[in-house]
């Protein structure tokens, strides 16, 4: 009885030890696949949640995958984090394994969310204006020039999303030094293009986050193969 129940507890070890190695090599496999086809600066960290792995790669379906890409640049954009989560993804692992450069890898369904740094958002804004969270609000201050004037300017920042842009925007809009400014929100009007985002991600929302603003996105049927 002993000698029974020693096997069977070194013959689950040896299945947690393969379901291990399974997954490590799927989700290499996953990260190359995935930095081959979105051109990414470098391999992306994938997780494939679930256990045991085995099972979902005998059915060839893994319910979720993470995908943390890190810092990137995106048509001359900087991004600080990218980080997206893979659902019903379908990816055989005798494809995987045996038949890399042509299996059919795609993903049901995509969400994700980058980041737009403070860094990017001051380097994108318009001469002399500064972009700094305030709670859950954008605010920018400086100076804007006015009939050869320097004239200090302060507002918060309303962000839209319209064709691939983000639309910055000024509210509440305190102008000083005695000048008169008309309209003096066009001194503070300014847009980031922000497109062809990994996995073929389409914004659906905007918010502001400690480091600057995050972007959050979907897309459905997306191919992995590279």
């Given at each position: 009885m002993r000698k029974l129940v020693a096997f069977l507890v070194l013959l689950l070890v040896l299945v947690a030890i393969v379901d291990?190695?399974?997954?490590?090599?799927?989700?290499?496999?996953?990260?190359?696949?995935?930095?081959?086809?979105?051109d990414l600066e470098n391999p992306p960290?994938?997780?494939?949640?679930?256990?045991?792995?085995?099972?979902?790669?005998?059915a060839g379906h893994y319910d979720e995958v993470k995908v943390a890409a890190g810092p990137m640049t995106l048509n001359g954009l900087r991004l600080s984090s990218v980080d997206f989560t893979l659902h019903d993804v379908t990816a055989p692992?005798?494809?995987?394994?045996?038949?890399?450069?042509?299996?059919?890898?795609?993903?049901?369904?995509?969400?994700?969310?980058?980041?737009?740094?403070?860094?990017?958002?001051?380097?994108?804004?318009?001469?002399g204006i500064k972009v700094s969270v305030d709670g859950d609000t954008l605010v920018v201050?400086?100076?804007?020039?006015?009939?050869?004037?320097?004239?200090?300017?302060?507002?918060?920042?309303?962000?839209g999303v319209s064709a691939g842009e983000l639309r910055f925007a000024p509210d509440k809009v305190t102008v000083g030094g005695g000048i008169p400014v008309p309209n003096p929100?066009?001194?503070?009007?300014?847009?980031?293009?922000?497109?062809?985002?990994?996995?073929?991600?389409?914004?659906?929302?905007?918010?502001?986050?400690?480091?600057?603003i995050?972007?959050?996105?979907?897309?459905?049927?997306v191919p992995l193969h590279g």
């Open positions: 291990r190695v399974a997954v490590t090599g799927a989700q290499r496999e996953l990260a190359r696949q995935a930095t081959a086809r979105y960290e994938v997780s494939i949640l679930g256990i045991p792995f085995l099972t979902q790669a005998i692992l005798s494809d995987l394994v045996l038949h890399s450069e042509r299996a059919d890898i795609r993903a049901g369904r995509v969400e994700g969310t980058v980041v737009v740094p403070l860094a990017t958002l001051n380097q994108k804004a318009p001469n201050d400086g100076e804007v020039t006015v009939l050869g004037q320097k004239v200090p300017v302060k507002a918060d920042l309303k962000i929100e066009r001194f503070i009007n300014y847009r980031i293009p922000i497109k062809n985002l990994p996995f073929g991600v389409k914004i659906t929302g905007v918010r502001v986050v400690p480091q600057g995050q972007v959050s996105g979907e897309a459905s049927d």
